[in-house]
């Protein structure tokens, strides 16, 4: 079950360089850890790698191929021809030789949005990784920079070559063209692969200064705010119990919940592997925050598509598991690794977000969003919210979705803004809540 070409980075970098592959199993150590009872631990696993070695696959059969071209990035001509030299211990070989990939594609990205390979520092999922494009230039000082600033750096050589990456983490006055920032606040480190696809995987803006802009205004409450006033709906009389203020924070919690499952068409459909992933690796003394993710693993595994948002949350209400996993719980556990997932960050980084961004809720044509807001404006009443046309996310299997930017400030005094996250997967027409 501790298959490195599955679960580490620079195998992947490897095999992707290499247009033919032969697969070998080295014989077992003599005093190596001898076969055992498959554990819970395993189970969550194994589909973790069986995904791990599809995306290993389409990765290599496509590396280098026609970007515009998304069935057959879609499709890979030789990628079965891997899993079964992986499985057979056979040889597999691409039909063309390899070339030099000037930038990475943003489906190359996406391919990898919920990987887990690992790495030994965070660093080397950017330097073992980008020096394989020819835009890439390694700072020379790059081992004394934290992840952050060698993150950013290298996001400032993508916009430099016009890319179609970008970062999830924004800040600058000219963000309206895409330029980066210094940062209020250290990114969080990945933990995997995934994280780091997640991190480059934010809104491409191109609006030079001196252009017209086209921002929309919006309105966004605080999750806090939220809360609060569904409190406030309990009827005011003594026999108002804990208990009873708990049952209405669990059923506000699961609609949320559910809402945001229903406003998303991608990212939370693929998030089974990175919530097993995360359930996998979680210490026995994380109780909160492995009942928070179990109930998200309930919810989003008891979906039923043929019934609207309500209906299902409705039902679901009434599973005494859930109320169980949400009990004496903060309700802002669950509903931030909800956001996360809304929004396409790792749930592997939920302390971060909890100390540094706020969960906020956002509503567009009668339709409730979950976002994120660093909060350096989220706890400032002077913060405008504003909607801006973000390029496009590349995460659906039948092509691109039109994508929106939600960024902070005030465009009428210095034009400095500070971009939030909104899920980048959302339709707002046509979204079955209520």
């Known amino acids: 079950m501790n298959e ?11 095999i992707i360089l290499s247009d033919k592959i032969q697969f070998v199993r080295c014989q077992p150590v003599e005093g190596d ?5 498959a554990t819970e631990y395993d189970a969550r696993k194994m589909p973790v790698l069986g995904q791990s070695l599809a995306a290993l696959a389409m990765t290599w059969s496509t590396h280098g191929e026609d970007h515009n071209d998304p069935m057959r990035h879609r499709i890979g ?29 943003e489906r190359d990205i996406m391919l990898h949005l919920n990987s887990t390979r690992e790495t030994g520092r965070a660093r080397d999922f950017i330097l073992a990784i980008m020096p ?12 004394q920079l934290t992840f952050t600033e060698l993150f950013l750096d290298c996001c400032r050589q993508l916009r430099e070559v016009d890319s179609g990456l970008s970062p999830l983490f924004l800040e600058s006055d000219h963000l309206l063209d895409g330029r980066v920032g210094a940062l209020k606040v250290d990114l969080p480190e990945p933990k ?14 191109r609006c030079p200064p001196g252009s017209k802009v086209d921002l929309a205004k919006a309105d966004g409450v605080p999750m806090t705010k939220v809360m609060e006033n569904a409190a406030r709906m309990l009827p005011d009389f003594a026999e108002v119990t804990d208990h009873h203020l708990q049952l209405a924070h669990n059923v506000l919690v699961i609609h949320t919940v559910v809402r945001s499952i229903f406003n998303s068409t991608v990212l939370w459909p693929i998030s089974h592997h990175e919530i097993n992933r995360e359930l996998a690796a979680l210490p026995p003394d994380a109780d909160e925050k492995r009942r928070a993710i179990e109930a998200l693993h309930i919810i989003i595994s008891t979906i039923d598509l043929d019934e609207n948002s309500y209906e299902n949350a409705v039902r679901m209400t009434e599973y005494p598991t859930l109320h169980e996993l949400l009990r004496n719980m903060p309700w802002r556990i669950p509903v931030t690794l909800a956001a996360m997932i809304s929004c396409g960050l790792g749930i592997s980084r939920l302390d971060w977000v909890l100390e540094n961004m ?26 405008a919210y504003y909607f801006k046309e973000g ?23 210095d034009g400095y803004f500070t971009l939030c996250l909104f899920p980048p997967d959302t339709k707002f027409k046509g979204s079955r809540e209520y």
């Open 4 to 14: 490195g070409i599955l679960t580490r980075l620079w195998p992947l970098q490897e």
């Open 132 to 143: 394989q494009y020819g835009f890439y230039k390694a700072p020379k000082n790059a081992k």
């Open 192 to 205: 995997c692969l995934g994280d780091l696809a997640k991190l480059l995987n934010g809104p491409v803006m």
């Open 391 to 413: 390029g496009e996310f590349f995460g659906g299997r039948d092509g691109s979705l039109p994508r929106q930017a939600l960024l902070a400030g005030n465009p009428e005094t």
């Open 358 to 383: 706020t969960a906020m809720q956002f509503v567009i044509e009668e339709v409730s969003y979950l976002a994120l807001a660093p909060n350096s404006v989220a706890l400032s009443a002077d913060t």
């Open 33 to 37: 850890v001898q076969p055992r009872i």
């Open 77 to 105: 001509f030789t990628k079965n021809e891997l899993v079964i030299a992986f499985l057979e211990l056979g040889t597999a070989s691409r039909r063309y030789e390899n070339r030099e990939v000037l930038l990475p594609n």
